[in-house]
């Protein structure tokens, strides 16, 4: 499979610039200690450096995927918020996220029995298991299946089967383009249980608000409940990522989670971003966004 | 009066790039189009360039203040939380902010009548007023006045005068490295009138906390009430900025604003970022955050 990315990242006096056409002009760039892998799988491009001051980084086709230092940001907020608006998340499927990040963070949920991985590219499960080992380490967890193929495909041949279906897709531009159609959307309806939820990497707001409004409307022609939240990452371009939901259920509130976690629980499950008050507060945006997805999203005031 | 800081921010290859060993290996870069100021003043080295992406930008001492493509997001948050916790504010003073940005939004207010530029360089304001019309152009209104001073005497000098003191100062490793002291606190709160509230510039949690911890903490000691609030600018490093509120009135809930913005209101005060459900959450902190500042902040839950 060709990618057909037009990224033109470079590392260039011993930094990592990030540059992306979809954000033309604005770049994110990190020092760079040492390059532990730079290759190209049968997919994309994977870059892993150690950089000077955020830990492992994983790149791939040329964006920043996480760090070491600010990934508990993403990994907490993409899978904290479906866990805690489902009564009692038993079979979860992580579509991407060859890191393991998203996984580690549902395995600290006692309901869940199993974790399906399906991560196209056996390669990134690879290098992350040696270069990012906070996050890979819980790939071999006995509760973890890991399917190495097509996430849309895997979700088509399997219906009625997870509570919460995770997408921890890279940017629709390069091979995750599959999983952010209506298309897609449909299929994981499917694949959902009876009160099933999904959440879905969401894009920057600030940079691509049209296109999160056609991903949203398409979702929302599928899902009775949708909703779309916001975190801060800091080396995710703009500093701030979306999340998108959808449920299966009508009317969901998404602001309010179905279980508040105690500080005890935040301590146990070691969450340093995500708590109930954040989990609320992430569906109230700013009004310039608030005002473009409003006709499309539930949770928009 | 020399400044002190040790910035080696540049523009290379047609792109701007921020550095700051405040913020070592991480760094935001712009596209440079064409630049229109670049000049030392008395008091710090100012930059201003056409972005090929974020129009005019304002960059003091290499460390970028504003550009005006997302510069609502933070003229907004520091003007609004706090003018929207005090009942009826008449008299506003700005300390810093001689681009005017802040002006613009204080002018909104039906109920001010007076409003006092506090800039300690002139030559700040003329280049805003020829390259940033959208901001500086507010600074001819007749309620405002323009003093050319240090912030710091100003406040020292004018007891009991004002119902918010905004202070938009840039980072404190350079001219505005007072601003950020307890002394300063002290005499922000001799200045306020009776039921009197400062907002200021309250650095960025992901890479500054261990400062923010001992800002905050200053700030307590003088303020029986002292909140901390956050909202997303996309070219402030690490695309989070702070701020700090103090309230001479005891057990201020500064989430609660005094009034509620409709979305007619929203819509006549041009407000893009701000609105009610906004300055509630905006107190709503991530758990990394909340942990750390919980000892000194009134508004931590």
């Known amino acids: 499979m060709e990618s057909n990315y037009k990224n033109e990242s470079v590392i260039e006096n011993g930094w990592f610039r990030e540059i992306n056409t979809s954000w033309d002009g604005f770049s994110i760039n990190l020092k760079v200690e040492e390059i532990l892998v730079q290759q190209k799988s049968e997919f994309q491009d994977i870059l892993i450096f150690k950089s000077k001051s955020f830990g492992n980084v994983l790149v791939l086709n040329g964006i920043i995927q996480c760090t070491e ?87 088509r041949n399997n219906p009625n089967q997870f509570d919460v279906i995770i997408t921890d897709a890279p940017d629709p531009d390069g091979v995750a383009a599959d999983l952010f159609k209506k298309k897609y959307y449909q299929e994981l309806h499917t694949c959902l249980t009876e009160k099933g939820l999904i959440c879905c990497q969401g894009e920057t707001v600030f940079l691509d608000l049209p296109v999160i409004k056609e991903i949203t409307a398409s979702c929302k022609e599928i899902f009775p409940s949708v909703g779309y939240a916001l975190g801060n990452t800091p080396t995710y371009i703009s500093g701030v990522m979306g999340y998108l939901l959808g449920s299966k259920q009508q009317n969901l509130d998404f602001s309010k989670p179905v279980r508040r976690l105690s500080d005890e629980d935040l301590d146990t499950m070691k969450l340093r971003y995500y708590t109930s008050d954040v989990h609320t507060t992430a569906f109230n945006l700013p009004n310039y966004v608030r005002t473009a997805l409003k006709d499309v999203v539930d949770s928009c005031r």
């Open 69 to 155: 230092r600010d990934e508990f940001t993403y990994q907490e907020m993409i899978t904290h918020l479906p866990m805690n608006l489902h009564p009692e998340p038993r079979r979860v499927l992580v579509v991407g996220g060859g890191d393991g990040g998203v996984i580690r963070e549902v395995l600290k949920y006692k309901s869940v029995t199993e974790v399906v991985l399906c991560e196209i590219d056996q390669m990134v499960i690879d290098v992350c298991k040696e270069h990012l080992p906070s996050m890979a380490d819980c790939l071999t967890d006995p509760r973890v299946t890991i399917h190495t193929a097509d996430g849309a495909e895997y979700v």
